[in-house]
């Protein structure tokens, strides 16, 4: 018989870590529990003298009005992300693992700098800041072009079922299910993304899990990394800048700046890198993406927080009629959205 995991909480982790040995007897410890999403417990640890961790413990029910489960494995699935990606980017881009206990599904990670902002805080504010798209579509390029083709990047590379419980089911699926209307183009386009895994995708690219601090910008949270398909991190990524964009009206011009910045940043990053990933291609498959990720926001399992009621008609309209004819491409899509929103 499995034995219970040990479930942490803040009161409780000083004893854990000095129990496991990941800090030593007489250390001062300050944990502070993080708001990093619905899935997982995050705590930050500052050890007085000694470099501050992240302690994440994945919990099998994720924090939703509708009920929504997953396998704590997903800790797992992360830690073989972050072994996968880190070594292509600077120190302190992608946070290090520091130790595994993966019997109590618990993860230590290396701790950004305390005084970093979360992404979405800034753009829910209105503050749209260039560099930070920019730096955050060339990454994207770095985690596509640098996996494309190498399966070897994770230990099982045919494994799906993390990323349908954190995705395909309580995002498409479900909305497929609200709306029936669409459920053959959910049907297709889940059939198209099986048809093209071909790197590592994110699968969370969000700015909730984008920091910005002084020395620059770090990214968090690998839970729904996956072997699949790039242009859903494309369509994910741009569905959270959509909304805000709808949320904060008054700054049209500099909406689609950000995107345009970050999609020439992407899309330079995919052509330069010459491995054979088709940025015209994940283009092409990215606004069905954007628009299933749009309505899973409204109607699906974890809908956004920050919408008024006439928002979210206004959300579900333009998501129904794009999963139904979509846009030839995405600037096409984007021109839409801005066009409509002036007027809404």
């Known amino acids: 018989m499995t034995a219970e995991p040990q479930w942490l909480t803040p009161e409780t982790t000083p004893a854990y870590l000095l129990e496991h040995g990941w800090v030593s007897a007489g250390d001062s410890m300050h944990v502070q529990p993080l708001a990093w999403g619905v899935s997982n417990l995050v705590l930050r640890v500052d050890v007085v003298g000694k470099p501050a961790l992240i302690v994440k413990q994945s919990r099998?029910?994720?924090?939703?009005?509708?009920?929504?489960?997953?396998?704590?494995?997903?800790?797992?699935?992360?830690?073989?992300?972050?072994?996968?990606?880190?070594?292509?980017?600077?120190?302190?881009?992608?946070?290090?693992?520091?130790?595994?206990?993966?019997?109590?599904?618990?993860?230590?990670?290396?701790?950004?700098?305390?005084?970093?902002?979360?992404?979405?805080?800034?753009?829910?504010?209105?503050?749209?800041?260039?560099?930070?798209?920019?730096?955050?579509?060339?990454?994207?390029?770095?985690?596509?072009?640098?996996?494309?083709?190498?399966?070897?990047?994770?230990?099982?590379?045919?494994?799906?079922?993390?990323?349908?419980?954190?995705?395909?089911?309580?995002?498409?699926?479900?909305?497929?299910?609200?709306?029936?209307?669409?459920?053959?183009?959910?049907?297709?386009?889940?059939?198209?993304?099986?048809?093209?895994?071909?790197?590592?995708?994110?699968?969370?690219?969000?700015?909730?899990?984008?920091?910005?601090?002084?020395?620059?910008?770090?990214?968090?949270?690998?839970?729904?990394g996956h072997w699949g398909d790039p242009a859903f991190d494309l369509g994910f990524f741009l569905s959270h800048i959509l909304l805000k964009s709808l949320h904060r009206r008054l700054q049209l011009d500099g909406w689609v700046l950000l995107i345009s910045r970050f999609w020439e940043r992407y899309r330079n990053g995919v052509i330069d890198a010459r491995t054979g990933l088709d940025a015209n291609a994940i283009a092409q498959r990215t606004p069905r993406h954007l628009a299933g990720c749009l309505l899973a926001r409204v109607d699906g399992k974890s809908p956004v927080d920050y919408l008024e009621g006439w928002q979210q008609d206004f959300v579900r309209r333009h998501a129904l009629a794009w999963l139904t004819h979509p846009p030839h491409d995405l600037e096409q899509l984007v021109r839409e959205w801005f066009l409509d929103v002036l007027t809404a």
Not at 61 to 68: G, P
Not at 108 to 132: C, F, Q, T, Y
């Open 60 to 224: 099998p029910q994720l924090r939703t009005k509708i009920e929504w489960r997953s396998r704590c494995e997903r800790i797992y699935r992360e830690a073989d992300v972050i072994r996968a990606v880190s070594p292509r980017f600077s120190p302190g881009v992608v946070p290090r693992v520091l130790f595994e206990d993966r019997p109590n599904y618990v993860m230590g990670l290396e701790a950004i700098r305390a005084d970093h902002v979360v992404w979405k805080e800034s753009l829910l504010r209105g503050e749209v800041n260039l560099s930070v798209a920019e730096t955050l579509g060339s990454m994207l390029a770095t985690i596509h072009t640098g996996t494309f083709g190498r399966r070897e990047s994770l230990p099982d590379p045919e494994d799906w079922s993390l990323f349908d419980e954190l995705r395909i089911d309580p995002f498409y699926r479900y909305i497929a299910r609200v709306h029936p209307e669409v459920s053959g183009p959910i049907n297709d386009l889940i059939a198209e993304m099986t048809a093209h895994r071909v790197c590592l995708v994110h699968a969370d690219f969000s700015p909730k899990n984008v920091l910005v601090h002084p020395d620059g910008v770090s990214l968090v949270d690998f839970e729904t």
